[in-house]
T-cell receptor, first 113, second 114 residues
Framework: GENVEQHPSTLSVQEGDSAVIKCTYS??????FPWYKQELGKGPQLIID?????GEKKDQRIAVTLNKTAKHFSLHITETQPEDSAVYFC????????????FGQGTELSVKP | DGGITQSPKYLFRKEGQNVTLSCEQN?????MYWYRQDPGQGLRLIYY???????QKGDIAEGYSVSREKKESFPLTVTSAQKNPTAFYLC?????????????FGDGTRLSIL
C-alpha cells in the first residue's frame, strides 16, 4: 500500500526566513496531495492542496511543488511569522476507497521571533 | 457557522468499558472519517463512510465500531477489545466520496484510560 515519508521531523527558523518541508510517496497512482497545519489541542486545518495534473500551486506565503517522476512534493513557507509555528502534515490519496488519505509523520515547525 | 463538532473534548475509559465519541457535521457532506493520532505520529484511518447506512474499515479498525444512521452524524465506539485506546481521535468530512475532495477536521477527542 501507499507509504508517505516526511522530513524533517522538527524545523526551527528565524522569523522572516523560509521553511521547506518535504514528503515522498511510494504509490505512483496517488494523485491528490493536501497539506495540513495542526495547532496544539486542535484538529488539522487544510492549508493548501495540489493535484497530480499541476506542478506548483501558490497561496500568498505558501506554495506546494510536486515532482511526479521522483514521487515527492514539498511545502514552502516564505516570510515566516511566529504564528506559523505548528505541526504540519502532508498526505497522499489515490481517490479510491472513499478518498482515503495516507499521512506523513508530521513536522514540528518553530518560528523564533 | 458550518463545521464539525466532536464531543466530548476529553474522555476517560475504565477497563472493560465501551465508550462512544460523537461527531456531528452541518456541512451537508456525504463522506465522513475517523482517524487516530498517537504522539509524534501521523493520522491513521479507523473507519470511513461514503454514504448513509454504509461504512468501511480503514487500516486500524480492530476494537472499534461505527454507525451512520444520519448524514450529519458518525459516532465511533471504542470497545473493550481495543487494548491500547489512549490517543487523540479526529473526525473529518468531505463533500463527496470521489474526486479527492478536501477533508475538514473537527477539534478532536482525547481518550485516556483510568
Amino acid at each position: 500500500g501507499e507509504n508517505v515519508e516526511q522530513h524533517p521531523s522538527t524545523l526551527s527558523v528565524q522569523e522572516g526566513d523560509s521553511a521547506v518541508i518535504k514528503c515522498t510517496y511510494s504509490d505512483s497512482a496517488s494523485n491528490y496531495f493536501p497539506w495540513y497545519k495542526q495547532e496544539l489541542g486542535k484538529g488539522p486545518q487544510l492549508i493548501i492542496d495540489i493535484r497530480s495534473n499541476v506542478g506548483e500551486k501558490k497561496d500568498q506565503r505558501i506554495a506546494v511543488t510536486l515532482n511526479k517522476t521522483a514521487k515527492h512534493f514539498s511545502l514552502h513557507i516564505t516570510e515566516t511569522q511566529p504564528e506559523d509555528s505548528a505541526v504540519y502534515f502532508c498526505a497522499a490519496s489515490k481517490g479510491n476507497q472513499g478518498g482515503k488519505l495516507i499521512f506523513g509523520q508530521g513536522t514540528e515547525l518553530s518560528v523564533k521571533p | 457557522d458550518g463545521g464539525i463538532t466532536q464531543s466530548p473534548k476529553y474522555l476517560f475509559r475504565k477497563e472493560g468499558q465501551n465508550v462512544t465519541l460523537s461527531c456531528e457535521q452541518n456541512l451537508n457532506h456525504d463522506a465522513m472519517y475517523w482517524y487516530r493520532q498517537d504522539p509524534g505520529q501521523g493520522l491513521r484511518l479507523i473507519y470511513y463512510s461514503q454514504i448513509v447506512n454504509d461504512f468501511q474499515k480503514g487500516d486500524i479498525a480492530e476494537g472499534y465500531s461505527v454507525s451512520r444512521e444520519k448524514k450529519e452524524s458518525f459516532p465511533l465506539t471504542v470497545t473493550s477489545a481495543q487494548k491500547n485506546p489512549t490517543a487523540f481521535y479526529l473526525c473529518a468530512s468531505s463533500m463527496d466520496r470521489g474526486a479527492n475532495q478536501p477533508q475538514h477536521f473537527g477539534d478532536g477527542t482525547r481518550l485516556s484510560i483510568l
